[in-house]
């Protein structure tokens, strides 16, 4: 079929292979991890991102965001990881935007240094201060945007004109605007990265991770990746194949939300600060505006009263450590995903005690504004 146009339409056709035997309309599920060698094009292995279950949902997912090719990897961690270790070698330089997710911070500040690779955390949004820390041995510019867990917004398209103009490859985390929000590539973006736990598998339920950029870097990445093993079985494929059908809808019911509630939020007496680049005071909200067509389902506040107090008050909204499910989720990021860097790291960050990152699910808006509501009034 003609590659579908619109995202919706992709979210549910796009790189899906119907039951040639049953005339089922689901992909079928392939759990072999042996096949035939013999009068084969291509010989078939998981490890080498290449069975069918593995290529339908990759093409699937590089349709969204505009690519010639992705893989999918058993965490996000593992598609990073592999993207960064494809790239850079021995005695090269990476410039890292440093307000990133926790995990990607932790893994650049332990790992890149044992094997030679120099790094700049650049503490700044501003693609002056990227050009700055650009040396002779630089390779590549790193970020993410919106970032975790300040939703803080970088000109993405600045950051890709200064690294075509220094031969530079860029990647980008886009996992807390998803395809459906933002498609980087059309930006000038080299790779974009996806955590595919949160809302490409959307249901809480799935541990993967998607690389996406052009057939060249593919190659590259896939050359580390099979040394790596970080592939996606065959049934996870599925289910993700399966979840990104939904995708479209889940995510636009929450931007709607998200929106509401960050609304009521910035209002309430007992919240200090609210984080959400769909607020028009949000500092970066034109840039947003320019490069985002959703404002996504997450937002982050700082609450005056005890953190841990509110979160357990809490009926409708489960406190976890993930995000980007179909029910809504609330995490203090100082005690999850940022834990784990020090606390001068967190202060310089903008990470205190008192704020929360909320995953807003698909829920009634107004459900969820009267949990919150309840909750910060101290009710039970």
Known sequence: MNQPTSKATACVHAGSKADTMTKGVNTPVFTSTAYDYLDVDVHAYPRYFNTINQQVVSDKIAALEKGEKAMVFSSGMAAITTALFSILKTGDHAIFQNDLYGGTHHAI????????????????????????????????????????????????????????????????DNTFASPINQNPIELGIDIVLHSGTKYLGGHSDLCCGAIISSEELMQKAWSSAIHFGGNLDAQSCYLLERSIKTLSLRVKQQNLNAHAISKFLEGHSEISNVYYPGLSTHPQHDLATSQMSGYGGMLSFEVKIDPDAFVKRLKLIAPAMSLGGVESTITSPAQTSHSKISDEEKEKAGISNHLLRLSVGIEEADDLINDLNLALHGNT
């Not at 890149?112 to 040396?135: C, H, M, P, Y």
């Open 109 to 172: 500040t332990n790992e890149l240094n044992r094997f030679g690779i120099e790094f700049t955390l650049v503490n700044s949004l501003s693609a002056s201060d990227f050009e700055k820390a650009i040396q002779p041995n630089t390779k590549l510019i790193y970020i993410e945007t919106p970032s975790n867990p300040l939703l803080k917004i970088i000109d993405i398209r600045a950051i890709s004109t200064l690294a075509k103009a220094n031969n530079l490859i860029t990647l980008i």
